[in-house]
């Protein structure tokens, strides 16, 4: 219970930290959000980051996961990102590190218009949850390649669908084919959204491997709290695709820190 609150307490000092300059912060959820989301839970979306501004987010998940991420928009309509995390980072004994960072990229192809959804390419190499070196893959497997497409309509505030199709580079297990995703946000006023998304796990339905076949279902809410902080809980896998932990969804939290540089 000690490590848990140290790292708890760690992280909230590194959001009080990055955020003495909160006129430059942004509203993140709800209808007066400002900033357009990347992921709903593990699903890209045609979201991107604005020229100058930059994201501190962290996955805390069960399992003791920690995933760390920062992202910065660089250029107008590009944004890139770089990820880093383990398994056991949270708990007792010693954390199981990724072997790697995750590196995420994104360009806008198409903005949103009255008639057309907006269009984003990109890559994302960081997966969810444990790495089994056996399999070269992560359990939920990373997005890699990918194509994403959003439409956002007035509906009692807003309503925004999202569609993805990607090709992750993880198919040392033989299950490597292209996969699709489907979400959706609804906001809850002016600071709270609801999302949910699937994944149908086209790549992950092999009976030998982790996936049941019957996809990956999400849903999560979304809090403004304060200009810039996002505070997210999620529930996941409430199919219960996965092998490796049967009968139940994951909890999830998820913090999120975006401001203009």
């Not at 593990?42 to 003791?64: E, F, H, Q, R, W």
């Not at 709290?225 to 809980?233: E, I, K, N, Q, R």
């Not at 092998?243 to 540089?261: C, E, F, M, S």
Request: proline share 3%.
């Amino acid at each position: 219970m000690n490590n848990r609150l140290t790292y708890l307490l760690a992280i909230s000092l590194l959001f009080v930290t990055i955020t003495s300059s909160r006129v430059f912060a942004q509203i993140t959820a709800g209808e007066d959000a400002k900033v357009e989301y990347r992921y709903l839970i593990d699903v890209p979306t045609a979201g991107i980051l604005d020229k100058g501004l930059v994201s501190i987010s962290n996955d805390i998940m069960p399992n003791g996961v920690l995933i760390a991420r920062i992202e910065a928009g660089v250029f107008q309509d590009i944004s890139i990102g770089i990820s880093y995390g383990g398994a056991n980072i949270i708990g007792s004994g010693s954390p199981d590190w990724y072997k790697l960072p995750a590196a995420a990229f994104r360009f806008k192809v198409l903005k949103e218009s009255l008639n057309a959804p907006s269009l984003t390419l990109g890559f994302d190499t960081q997966g969810k949850g444990n790495y089994f070196d056996s399999s070269s893959r992560y359990q939920i497997k990373s997005p890699g390649l990918f194509v994403s497409g959003s439409k956002n309509f007035a509906l009692m505030g807003y309503l925004t669908l999202h569609g993805c199709l990607n090709y992750s580079f993880e198919g040392a297990d033989g299950d490597n084919f292209m996969n699709l995703n489907v979400g959706a946000e609804k906001t809850l006023g002016a600071r709270v959204s609801l999302i949910g998304e699937y994944n149908f796990a086209l790549n992950d339905n092999n009976a030998r491997i982790y996936g049941r076949g019957r996809g990956y279902l999400n849903i999560g809410v979304r809090w403004a709290p304060a200009d810039g902080f996002t505070v997210g809980f999620d529930l996941r896998d409430i199919l219960s695709n996965k092998k490796w932990a049967p009968g139940a969804a994951d909890r999830a939290i998820h913090l999120d820190y975006t401001k203009t540089i």
